[in-house]
T-cell receptor, first 112, second 112 residues
Framework: GDSVTQMEGPVTLSEEAFLTINCTYT??????LFWYVQYPGEGLQLLLK?????DKGSNKGFEATYRKETTSFHLEKGSVQVSDSAVYFC???????????FGPGTRLSVLP | GAVVSQHPSWVICKSGTSVKIECRSL??????MFWYRQFPKQSLMLMAT?????????EQGVEKDKFLINHASLTLSTLTVTSAHPEDSSFYIC????????FGSGTRLTVV
């Protein structure tokens, strides 16, 4: 079945550092790929998405590119802020709009 | 964009009682709603898929008699945790199918 693998956390960075959270996936067909963010005590918020190969999703300084050849969707941000501290989930969904398959999540802590 | 309203956001109940969680699609019709469960510091796992007007489909290992799902209308799906026990304490969250990317805000259930 479909699956998503993310780099293990927690990740601790200083403010203004560069962030990369790796995500790779296994899926049949051509899924849509997502990054969701979960702030402490809250639900999931869609951060960005990409629906086809070579698409780049971006939002709030974060970006990720759908790489079909490497089955990856790595999340990057050039300069993190303390307010970016949260858990980040990589996820996929098949093109029939069915349920999401989530990675294990990566906890990010940004120190001032 | 599409909004899924989930209530309550948190609930504490005694062992043996039942708790109902509601998810409403506010500005669209959701023929399918997915229910996920998230244990502390873990990822989200699909529990079941509810379809308007028909029986829910449960993932392997999820007790259908314990987690009752009702999807009586195109805008409302409910999850009832029956005879709750402390091990049912978790974060429950719903998302609408049909290509929507929106999740409810989640319900944190604590069974004491």
């Amino acid at each position: 079945g479909d699956s998503v693998t993310q780099m293990e956390g927690p990740v601790t960075l200083s403010e203004e550092a560069f962030l990369t959270i790796n995500c790779t996936y296994t899926a049949t067909g051509y899924p849509s790929l997502f990054w969701y963010v979960q702030y402490p005590g809250e639900g999931l918020q869609l951060l960005l998405k990409a629906t086809k190969a070579d698409d780049k999703g971006s939002n709030k300084g974060f970006e990720a590119t759908y790489r079909k050849e490497t089955t990856s969707f790595h999340l990057e941000k050039g300069s993190v802020q303390v307010s970016d501290s949260a858990v980040y989930f990589c996820a996929l969904r098949d093109n029939y709009g069915q349920n999401f398959v989530f990675g294990p999540g990566t906890r990010l802590s940004v120190l001032p | 964009g599409a909004v899924v309203s989930q209530h309550p956001s948190w609930v504490i109940c005694k062992s043996g009682t039942s708790v109902k969680i509601e998810c409403r699609s506010l500005d669209f019709q959701a023929t399918t709603m997915f229910w996920y469960r998230q244990f502390p510091k873990q990822s989200l796992m699909l529990m079941a898929t509810s379809n308007e007007g028909s029986k829910a489909t449960y993932e392997q290992g999820v007790e259908k008699d314990k987690f009752l799902i009702n999807h009586a209308s195109l805008t409302l799906s409910t999850l009832t945790v029956t005879s709750a026990h402390p091990e049912d304490s978790s974060f429950y969250i719903c998302s609408a199918g049909g290509g929507q990317n929106t999740f409810g805000s989640g319900t944190r259930l604590t069974v004491v």
